[in-house]
């Protein structure tokens, strides 16, 4: 085992050991936990033995274990992306619900409390809402 | 309205309805409760120059006007409201077509029987207005669309022309309204309509939204010729010509994530 190796597989079990912390601390879901340990364990498979992409790699069709990971690599940053993307869009929409919902809140009180001598109206307005 | 007796100011008759049908040379006044009846809307952001203007010409003749001021640093807000609309505030900016729906959403909670969506810049002009409440008023259809090509006096910059019907090409394929000026913010429409709105692209793309919701509710509609004044501050203030692919990217992708 090279020194590279064994930096990389101490990084995965102080990884896999604050996954089950967070685990067994209930601040993730279960399904979640066992995800992330099935990522680590991959991860700290192939970089203990190196071939094991390369046979991976070769069932699947590609040429090499490097280009496969490469592949797969973009292939969840692109999943991420798009799912950041939809969550941003989301928080987006949610924030104008409520700035909208204050900006129409905050209308009806001036109006109720009478404020502004600017903006004049007259009561048909809002017996036509009746 | 109220069940008063009505006076000659406020009597509708057909005739006065059918005066706003398709004679343009003459001015046209829409009988007041009508006029009443109607909230126009207005989205506003850094308009501060524009805006009181705007809304004094219209108040002239529409006394519910309402101004959905976008967050601008500015001192639109307070123009709005010194030239008697009334004003909603975005304390942040949301873009105009989440403004839109919270002038809407609010004309609606009060009651609105017509609305009119209208630009703050000065673009529009308040003669058309019969023209495109006048349909809704006597009943023959739901939406009125202004369009700025079915209008013989369009003074229309050339490449402003060009992505303009370029847009409506793309809302010919993207909904399947077939209109001559897909993003035209002059639109009248009834409570009927108005209640079947939701717009969720809070920026620009909400043109093609909004056209794409009338389609879907498949109330009656038209479009009615309009003019747009394109002066040195609309042209300034408006969209760019460059800004037409971002609107259509935040359509195409708004469409997939919904």
């Not at chain 1, 079990?13 to 990522?39: E, F, P, Q, Y």
């Not at chain 2, 108040?59 to 009334?86: C, F, H, M, N, Q």
């Not at chain 2, 006048?134 to 229309?156: M, Q, T």
Request: aromatic share 8%.
């Amino acid at each position: 085992m090279n020194t590279f190796q064994g930096a990389a597989l101490m990084v995965f079990s102080l990884l896999t050991a604050m996954t089950l912390s967070a685990g067994l601390r209930g601040l993730v879901r279960k399904r979640i936990v066992a995800v992330w340990l099935a990522i680590w364990t991959i991860g700290a498979l192939a970089i203990v033995w190196p071939r094991s992409t390369f046979l991976v790699a070769r069932w699947l069709g590609i040429g090499r274990g490097s280009d496969l990971l490469l592949y797969l690599s973009v292939l969840f940053m692109l999943v991420g992306f798009f799912y950041v993307y939809g969550r941003f869009r989301r928080l987006d929409r949610q924030i104008t619900v409520l700035v909208r919902r204050l900006a129409i809140e905050d209308a009806e009180r001036a109006e109720s409390e009478r404020i502004p001598p600017t903006t004049p109206r007259d009561a048909s307005w809002s017996q036509d809402a009746s | 309205m109220s069940t008063s007796e009505p006076t000659a100011l406020t009597q509708t008759t057909p005739a006065d309805l059918t005066a706003g049908a398709s004679d343009t040379s003459a001015p046209v006044v829409l009988p007041l409760d009508v006029r009443e009846r109607t909230a126009i809307v207005i989205a506003a952001f850094r308009e501060a120059r524009s805006i009181g203007l705007v809304v004094r010409e219209l108040r002239a003749l529409y006394p519910r006007v309402i101004v959905v001021d976008d967050g601008s640093p500015d001192a639109t807000a307070d123009e709005a409201a010194k030239a008697g609309a009334t004003v909603l505030r975005h304390f942040v900016n949301r873009g105009q077509g989440a403004a839109l729906q919270t002038g809407i959403s609010y004309a609606l909670a009060h009651g609105a029987e017509f609305l009119v969506t209208f630009d703050a810049d000065g673009q529009h002009d308040v003669a058309d207005l019969p023209a495109l409440i006048g349909p809704l008023a006597r009943g023959e259809v739901d939406i009125c669309l202004g369009s700025r090509f079915l209008d013989r006096r369009a003074e229309i910059p050339f490449f402003r022309r060009i992505v303009l019907k370029a847009a409506v090409l793309f809302t010919r394929v993207t909904s399947r309204m077939r209109l001559t000026d897909a993003h035209n913010g002059l639109r009248a429409f009834t409570r009927k309509a108005g209640l079947g709105i939701g717009l969720q692209l809070d920026r620009m793309a909400h043109a093609s939204e909004i056209v794409d919701q009338f389609y879907r509710s498949g109330l009656r509609y038209r479009e009615v010729p309009v003019r747009i004044r394109y002066t040195a501050y609309s042209l300034a203030k408006g969209q760019r010509n460059s800004a037409a692919l971002k609107v259509a990217f935040d359509y195409l992708i708004g469409r997939l994530t919904r």
